[in-house]
């Protein structure tokens, strides 16, 4: 499996400022999504991260409040815009082959909005 | 969306315990896959299951994907404490492009 790694690994962010999440694999890959975990609860995806073109979005996110760029095989940043305390959650990138049903995840990023 | 039921929420046993958990859908998954999550980490892939009866073994964990594609269950045999975690299934729905559905996850304790 591939190695994933994130950055920051946590941070603490004021109401109103933009936090960029940085998600490196060691190698390339077809596929690269984001999720978004609340605490407490399960993983819910953000949007899929497309080389080369825009990122696709699920129901309730948008590209506004969660842009996402895919400039190469091994490289992805979620940005969360305009934090507010709801927003507080661990974001998690994870990568799939070509054809590959199962996806790996990164340690993912602890975001704290105060 | 598509939702999956995961059971039980939680679980509170003596180690050396057996342990059962399962997740059930109203929809037929593809692909059903099992992750461990402990605190401040990312999921950890136990076990990938990709067709319908597939019994899958990973050391003392088990896994089968349901006849009827719409469940799958993990068995966790012989518990020790360093299986504490929760447990998350994910689904694959046919034509969805890869993009994985999360049960509730299971909170799995374990007492020495």
Redo the contacts between chains.
């Keep these: ?1 591939a190695v ?1 790694s994130q950055k920051p690994s946590r941070d603490i962010c004021q109401r109103g400022t933009s936090l960029t999440i940085q998600c490196q694999v060691d190698s390339q890959v077809t ?1 690269m ?1 984001w999720y978004r975990q609340q605490p407490g ?5 953000i949007a ?1 991260a497309n080389q080369g073109s825009e990122a696709t979005y ?2 309730g996110f948008v590209i506004d409040k969660f842009p996402i760029s895919r400039p190469n095989l091994t490289f992805s940043t979620l940005t969360v815009s305009n934090m507010s305390p709801e927003d507080s959650s661990i974001y ?1 990138c994870s990568v ?1 082959g070509t054809g ?9 990023t ?1 975001l704290t909005v105060l | 969306g598509q939702q999956l039921n995961q059971s039980p929420q939680s679980m509170f046993i003596q180690e050396g315990e057996d342990v059962s958990m399962n997740c059930t859908s109203s929809s037929i998954f593809n692909t059903w896959l099992w992750y461990k999550q402990e605190p401040g980490e990312g999921p950890v892939l136990l076990i990938a299951l990709y067709k319908a009866g597939e019994l899958t073994s990973n050391g003392r964990l088990t896994a089968q994907f349901g006849i009827t594609r719409k469940d799958s269950f993990l068995n966790i045999s012989a518990s020790i404490p360093s299986d504490v975690g929760i447990y998350f299934c994910a689904g694959q729905i046919p034509g969805s492009n890869y993009k994985l559905t999360f049960g509730k996850g299971t909170l799995l304790t374990v007492n020495p």
């Design positions: 499996s994933i596929m999504f609860q399960s993983l819910t995806l899929t699920e129901s998690l799939a590959s049903d199962t996806q790996y995840f990164g340690p993912g602890r």
